[in-house]
Each structure stands twice: as structure tokens, then as C-alpha cells.
């Protein structure tokens, strides 16, 4: 049974973190190692999470030094990953049960070494208002003018994490830019059409900022992949 290094970015999320973390800790496939990669400078939840979680063997608990975001705090916490395969999963998010026991022998019964599924988005109080269907993208093209991989859902194999291959420094659509350069080099994305995560939709989230996504989005074409 390989080894799947779940990857979780935390900032201020103490009301949803133990949910995010029971969901992986829960999941039918065992073998599992969670690495929390603390990006708050105030250090305020650190004891907190060090109290319940240091204890537990499959956790690891990483302190960033400095404030550097999700998308570099993500890159960190797969370098110190040991897993065949990485996933992300943000501190407000939950995974369905079956997660990665059905995601992994869907990637491997269609030799997928990425994949995404689609998932339920939800409110603060758990309440589903929303949801968002997987699909498969073979190319740039496919994705361009809309990107509904839910960073949560995704499983990816490490090796294809490299210096040119990772997220960037981007407050919104880090992500975006690592699918983006996964279909440059010619690896399909295989999306599983099961819910198999919720995510959470916060009102003050950056995810729902209009202007911030805009601005990024320009970087995305613009600066990270020279698109004009």
C-alpha cells in the first residue's frame, strides 16, 4: 500500500481545522502521513494544534519562520513529504470517507499520475449550496477559460513536483498555475466524477475576493505563463 502524504496550509482556520484533519485521519485507506504547515507569523493556534496533535504518529506539524502563503507553505510541506503521492487539503475543508481509497484506484486503473474530483461547496454551518463536476483536461486549451479543479480533491504523484513544476506565490489561483504547467507538460488530469470533498466557501475568504482574483488571473497569463 503506498504511502499518500496529505499536505494541509494553516492560517487563523482554528473553528474548521479538527474537522479537515479527522476527515483524513478517517478515511478508509490507513496508509497515510498529514504534514500541517503553520504560515501564521502570531503563532497564536500553535500551541492549540501542538496540544492535540503532536501526540499522533501519522502528523507532522511544520512552523513556518516567516509568513510566505499557501502556495509556498504547499511546496514546503512536499519536500518534507515521504508519500509515492501528495494531496492537498486546505484547514477548512472536509474529505468524504472513501477519498483516497477511490481516487487512487481510479488514477491507477486509467494511469492517471494526476487526477481531481468533483465535490459539494459548503458554508460556514456545513450546509450544501453548491457543487462543481469533475472532467478530464488533456491540454492548456481545456482550461483556460475555466478552472474548476477544486485544489482540495486533488491526488498527484511527487514526482511530478519539481523546481519549474510547483505552486507560486500568488494569494489567489496558485493552484492554477501548477495545472497549467502539468497540461504544458503533456500530463492529462483525470477527473473522477464523484463528490468526494466539501469545500468550504468563507464570506471573508480571499477565494471570493472579485478584484483579488482578477489581479491574480493577470499574473497567471500574463507573468507565469507569458500568454498575452
Given at each position: 500500500?503506498d504511502?499518500?502524504?496529505?499536505?494541509?496550509?494553516?492560517?487563523?482556520?482554528?473553528?474548521?481545522?479538527?474537522?479537515?484533519?479527522?476527515?483524513?485521519?478517517?478515511?478508509?485507506?490507513?496508509?497515510?502521513?498529514?504534514?500541517?504547515?503553520?504560515?501564521?507569523?502570531?503563532?497564536?493556534?500553535?500551541?492549540?494544534?501542538?496540544?492535540?496533535?503532536?501526540s499522533?504518529?501519522?502528523?507532522?506539524?511544520?512552523?513556518?519562520?516567516?509568513?510566505?502563503?499557501?502556495?509556498?507553505?504547499r511546496?514546503?510541506?512536499?519536500?518534507?513529504?515521504?508519500?509515492?503521492?501528495?494531496?492537498?487539503?486546505?484547514?477548512?475543508?472536509?474529505?468524504?470517507?472513501?477519498?483516497?481509497?477511490?481516487?487512487?484506484?481510479?488514477?491507477?486503473?486509467?494511469?492517471?499520475?494526476?487526477?481531481?474530483?468533483?465535490?459539494?461547496?459548503?458554508?460556514?454551518?456545513?450546509?450544501?449550496?453548491?457543487?462543481?463536476?469533475?472532467?478530464?483536461?488533456?491540454?492548456?486549451?481545456?482550461?483556460?477559460?475555466?478552472?474548476?479543479?477544486?485544489?482540495?480533491?486533488?491526488?498527484?504523484?511527487?514526482?511530478?513536483?519539481?523546481?519549474?513544476?510547483?505552486?507560486?506565490?500568488?494569494?489567489?489561483?496558485?493552484?492554477?498555475?501548477?495545472?497549467?504547467?502539468?497540461?504544458?507538460?503533456?500530463?492529462?488530469?483525470?477527473?473522477?466524477?464523484?463528490?468526494?470533498?466539501?469545500?468550504?466557501?468563507?464570506?471573508?475568504?480571499?477565494?471570493?475576493?472579485?478584484?483579488?482574483?482578477?489581479?491574480?488571473?493577470?499574473?497567471?497569463?500574463?507573468?507565469?505563463?507569458?500568454?498575452?
Amino acid at each position: 500500500m503506498d504511502l499518500v502524504s496529505a499536505i494541509i496550509p494553516y492560517f487563523k482556520k482554528k473553528s474548521f481545522i479538527d474537522q479537515s484533519i479527522s476527515s483524513v485521519l478517517n478515511q478508509s485507506y490507513s496508509n497515510i502521513e498529514i504534514i500541517i504547515v503553520y504560515d501564521d507569523e502570531e503563532k497564536s493556534d500553535l500551541e492549540y494544534l501542538r496540544k492535540i496533535y503532536n501526540s499522533n504518529k501519522k502528523i507532522k506539524i511544520i512552523v513556518n519562520e516567516k509568513n510566505i502563503g499557501a502556495g509556498f507553505s504547499r511546496n514546503r510541506g512536499i519536500h518534507e513529504s515521504k508519500g509515492k503521492y501528495v494531496c492537498f487539503i486546505d484547514s477548512d475543508d472536509i474529505w468524504k470517507k472513501e477519498k483516497i481509497e477511490n481516487q487512487l484506484n481510479y488514477m491507477k486503473k486509467n494511469n492517471y499520475k494526476i487526477s481531481h474530483t468533483s465535490y459539494e461547496i459548503i458554508n460556514d454551518k456545513n450546509e450544501i449550496i453548491g457543487n462543481r463536476k469533475a472532467k478530464d483536461f488533456y491540454n492548456v486549451k481545456d482550461i483556460l477559460t475555466s478552472c474548476d479543479i477544486g485544489l482540495s480533491s486533488v491526488i498527484l504523484e511527487k514526482g511530478l513536483i519539481n523546481e519549474k513544476i510547483q505552486f507560486s506565490n500568488l494569494k489567489t489561483k496558485e493552484d492554477f498555475v501548477l495545472w497549467l504547467k502539468i497540461l504544458k507538460s503533456k500530463v492529462t488530469i483525470g477527473g473522477l466524477d464523484e463528490n468526494l470533498l466539501l469545500w468550504r466557501k468563507t464570506k471573508n475568504s480571499l477565494s471570493s475576493s472579485t478584484f483579488q482574483k482578477l489581479f491574480d488571473g493577470f499574473r497567471v497569463y500574463k507573468v507565469y505563463m507569458g500568454f498575452n
